[in-house]
């Protein structure tokens, strides 16, 4: 009998190989600023990376402010003899496994979120195709998140591991698939359940099923023969159910303590964080987040429960001081205005049990940036902005066009609404937010920032450790829950989490594309920042202890820690590393000193 040999569609090896060299090209980009590789210029514009006797990778690149180098990808070759153009991914961290120090167990396993990564990354670049920024700009905030390339520090950041080529096509981003929950009746005292004042588990459901959904959820109730006096409904993510809690909660689903009821409601679609789920049907209902025993991004992807009995009272707290303070008017605060947890009756109870087995069965429930905008308005995540089109050209530099604003007027407007905020929030309040691409929502008037969204308060929130009297009123339960943090680590939170790990790539995609000069673009935001602390003298002191201006900052590293300390399990997620300190573009002198290529002001070809 003959095999049919599937034939490959037109266009698929020459998609692969392109999406493989801007992986390689990313990598070395990410892996030469965290200093675990160290490529040398040989001549103006054009490097060599030698990665072992005989084995080199040539290209193309451009240096930065930030001290990191921009791969133009399609210059990418290797040299084992003889010199080829690079094409695998995997082929290139195999070549550098000892360099970067990856035993071989870490070295199969990273390749596997890499090949992960890719297979996304296809799927990706097919549905996003050659759209414009200018269209890509227009789209809705939940269809443009299926079309983003994700965390930009990450080489292997779609890496999911626990799911199988169907899960990615039911339940990530990519896919832009939107589906139902599963329900589970969980006994009323097993399950925590905490409710912002004067919300019941009525509004939830209402947040979720339509009436029709509603009544077919109550008559499964019904017909399990169990009540609501001791039970209560339960959300589950579809994947979460079948693949952890109907074997790892046998005991509990025995006992009748949970009752697997089905899938019911309105059609959810998965966000960025994949665990964050939006309603399709009505976008300013609330969203739901649900625990994924999956590794992605360098942590397991569940719900700590230690933070569910804080969470509505936190974000209210947040909500109030927001609405109270001239300085904050125009953040909206996305409160968690429920949270419910099921502890695992055998793992919960082990001191130092890796997390991933604490954290299977919860529910958050988050207002979504939909909610309560007015006609024009719209929430954009920040982390698309410095997403770019098939012609090299970020989403940001589209909406500066449309705005009709100039670059510098519209870069003063977003770090005045967003940055300027955060910044507030930390000198005023003593609460640091770790203010990453994903849990920042920029809230656009057409194309224009107009203020700013925030949420993730469940572990993306820290306290300053001192005695501020703006925390005096804080509810002692949630300044005994949340870590509170010295000064320099709260600072840390928004230099490396936000300005590095946002504004670095967006401030590189606007001089690759629009020749906007970096220095230029720090500067902006130094004068944004001047002009708040200049319009509030009264914090001068917290100033001088949250320095923005110092001349060096913490170069943080997240990819070096996965190859160093590899995917054994652990109580707690895994903390960066650090490298040596990064020259502060904020300060005029470091600003002046850091190096950028000459070919910098040159757009790079498409």
């Not at 990665?51 to 930065?64: H, I, K, S």
């Not at 649900?290 to 429960?305: D, E, F, K």
């Amino acid at each position: 009998m003959t095999v049919q040999q599937p034939i490959a569609k037109a266009g698929e090896a020459t998609r692969w190989a392109a999406i493989n060299r801007d992986a390689v090209a990313k990598a070395i980009s990410e892996l030469t600023f965290e200093e675990c590789l160290s490529p040398r210029e040989l001549s103006p514009g054009r490097w060599k990376l030698t990665l072992g006797p005989g084995l080199t990778y040539r290209f193309a690149a451009t240096r930065r402010l930030w001290g990191q180098i921009a791969v133009r990808p399609e210059t990418l070759t290797r040299d084992a003899g003889i010199e080829l153009p690079v094409d695998d991914a995997v082929a290139f961290f195999a070549d550098a496994r000892e360099t970067l120090g990856m035993p071989p167990a870490t070295f199969c396993t990273y390749a596997k979120e890499l090949y992960n990564t890719l297979m996304a990354d296809m799927r990706i670049a097919k549905a996003r195709g050659n759209r414009p920024a200018a269209e890509l700009a227009a789209l809705p905030d939940t269809e443009l998140q299926a079309l983003l390339d994700g965390h930009p520090k990450a080489p292997a950041n779609k890496g999911r591991l626990g799911w199988g080529r169907d899960d990615f096509e039911r339940y990530a981003p990519e896919s832009a698939t939107a589906f139902q929950l599963f329900w589970l009746a969980a006994a009323s005292d097993r399950c925590l359940l905490a409710l912002d004042c004067g919300l019941d588990e009525e509004a939830l459901l209402q947040a979720a099923l339509g009436d029709y959904e509603r009544a077919r959820l109550e008559a499964a109730f019904s017909a399990a023969g169990i009540s609501r006096s001791t039970h209560r409904l339960l959300p589950v993510h579809p994947w979460q159910w079948q693949a952890m809690i109907a074997s790892q909660y046998g005991s509990e689903i025995a006992a009748g303590r949970l009752v697997p009821l089905g899938q019911f409601g309105d059609a959810f679609l998965p966000l960025q964080s994949l665990r964050t789920l939006a309603n399709v049907a009505r976008p300013e209902a609330l969203h739901v987040k649900l625990p994924l025993t999956i590794l992605n991004t360098s942590a397991w992807r569940g719900v700590p429960g230690k933070y569910m009995a804080i969470g509505a009272d936190l974000s209210r707290w947040l909500a109030t001081v927001a609405a109270a303070d001239p300085v904050l008017k125009d953040v909206k605060v996305l409160q968690e205005v429920a949270g419910a947890f099921y502890p695992h009756p055998h793992y919960t109870g082990v001191e130092g049990a890796p997390y991933q087995f604490c954290e299977m069965l919860g529910a958050i429930w988050r207002e979504s940036p939909e909610k309560d905008l007015t006609a024009g308005q719209r929430p954009m995540m920040m982390g698309a902005l410095p997403q770019r089109d098939a012609h090299g050209r970020p989403i940001a530099s589209a909406l500066m066009e449309q705005s009709g604003l100039g670059p510098e007027a519209w870069l003063d407007r977003l770090f005045s609404t967003a940055f300027v905020p955060l910044y507030h929030f930390m000198c005023r309040y003593g609460v640091g937010f770790i203010a990453h691409g994903q849990n920042v929502t920029i809230i656009l008037d057409g194309a224009t920032p107009l203020g700013v969204a925030v949420k993730d308060f469940q572990g993306d929130l820290d306290l300053v450790d001192q005695p501020f009297p703006e925390l005096a009123g804080l509810d002692p339960k949630i300044l005994s829950t949340l870590k509170r943090r010295p000064p320099a680590h709260l600072l840390q939170h928004l230099q490396t989490g936000h300005i590095v790990s946002v504004l670095r790539f967006l401030s590189e995609a606007l001089a690759a594309y629009d020749r906007f000069d970096e220095r230029t673009f720090y500067a902006i935001l130094a004068a944004a920042i001047r002009r708040y602390q200049a319009q509030n003298p009264e914090l001068s002191e917290r100033f001088a202890l949250f320095d923005l201006f110092a001349p060096k900052i913490p170069r943080i590293a997240i990819n070096k820690v996965r190859f160093a300390i590899g995917y054994g399990d652990s109580d707690e997620r895994p903390l960066p590393d650090l490298g040596t300190p990064l020259d502060n573009p904020l300060n005029p002198e470091s600003a002046r000193r850091s190096p950028i290529s000459p070919a910098s002001s040159i757009r790079s070809s498409p």
